[in-house]
């Protein structure tokens, strides 16, 4: 696992450096009169592990984005304060992730691995747009415990599919609020066309300060295709590379692949580091983090459809089945 992790920051490093090398500006970007709406949905069960319900098992997530420029005023003004001028749009999205440990048949749970956790959050973020750079401002608060209704989401599906129940929610993480402050930047630098076909870096760098985590990360994805400006990239849920939710398609087809790597330092996870303000479950926290990630994405008809597959390393020390991996299917349409 350390040469994994030296291989993930070895990259990071690599890639991010591509920053000082930026082109020069394009074209503005396209206004877009019409809002989006998104539905994620990440899953362990996506994988080729052999336990494939574990960890980060599921994040689910529903977002709505303004058109462009089509936001409070007093929202406009932080982002032209912070940045200058660029084309904005406010993001509002509703989001439940859980996490379980490895043997969600032990009862009790295995008190090195990672507690149960149910995460339930509400979001809105302010997008910032030139023609080669996306700045991104946001704040999340919402909570974990029971009332996130993490195990009757998981048990639940378990029902309609037929599996078998995780036995240990009882002993989840307690009912505490949650709050975290963001910020991203993400660069798009073009590299070379041929054949038809466009390349380009999107270096990032991102952060979060709150009790739900406190980390930050940096990393970049290379994409080959088509309409390669019509966005930043594909959208994931954070902690991640993520282009996030907003894109104006630039061509009546545009498709492409893409791979990534980043690295994340985390000073704290309430999922893994336990509640704040009251004794309860926790493990012990790897302060770095890697992820490798791949997929595809298709924009048509004003409508489009990603999937990312990621594998990530060690968030817990002593972590089993090795790296852990998980998919990211998002469906995003404009109204």
């Known amino acids: 696992m350390l040469n994994s992790n030296v291989a993930v920051w070895g990259a990071v490093i690599l890639t991010t450096g591509l920053v000082v090398a930026a082109s020069p500006a394009r074209a503005e970007p396209l206004a877009d009169p019409t809002s989006i709406w998104t539905l994620q949905d990440e899953n362990s069960s996506i994988t080729t592990s052999k336990l494939n319900d574990k960890y980060y098992v599921n994040g689910l997530r529903l977002g709505w984005t303004s058109p462009t420029d089509d936001l409070p005023g007093f929202v ?31 009862v009790p749970p295995d008190p090195k691995d990672r507690p149960y956790a149910g995460v339930l959050l509400l979001g809105a973020t302010l997008t910032q747009d030139t023609d080669d750079s996306r700045r991104v401002i946001g704040v999340q608060a919402g909570l974990v415990g029971p009332d996130a209704l993490g195990r009757q989401v998981q048990n639940g599906f378990h029902d309609v599919i037929g599996y078998g129940k995780t036995k240990g929610w009882h002993y989840q993480l307690r009912d505490e609020p949650l709050a975290e402050l963001l910020g991203q930047r993400v660069w798009r630098l073009p590299i070379a066309q041929f054949g038809g076909l466009e390349t380009d870096a999107l270096p990032q760098i991102e952060g979060g300060v709150g009790n739900l985590r406190v980390y ?15 966005d930043f990239g594909a959208a994931r849920m954070r902690p991640g590379l993520t282009g996030s939710d907003a894109y104006v398609a630039t061509r009546p087809f545009g498709w492409y692949l893409f791979a990534g790597v980043d690295g994340q330092v985390v000073a704290h996870d309430v999922t893994i580091d336990g509640n704040t303000f009251r004794t309860s479950p926790n493990a012990h926290r790897e302060p770095f983090v890697g992820e490798f990630e791949g997929g595809l994405a298709i924009l048509v008809a004003g409508t489009r459809i990603s999937y990312t597959h990621v594998l990530q390393s060690e968030e817990v020390r002593g972590q089993h089945g090795g790296l852990h991996q998980f998919g990211s299917l998002t469906l995003s349409v404009h109204f």
Do not use: E, K
């Open 216 to 230: 930050g990360l940096t990393g970049s994805v290379f994409r080959i295709g088509q309409g390669l400006d019509s």
């Open 76 to 106: 406009s003004r932080i982002g032209h304060g912070f940045w200058g001028d660029g084309q904005q749009r406010l993001s509002i999205d509703l989001s439940q992730s859980i996490y379980t440990p490895a043997n969600t048949l032990a």
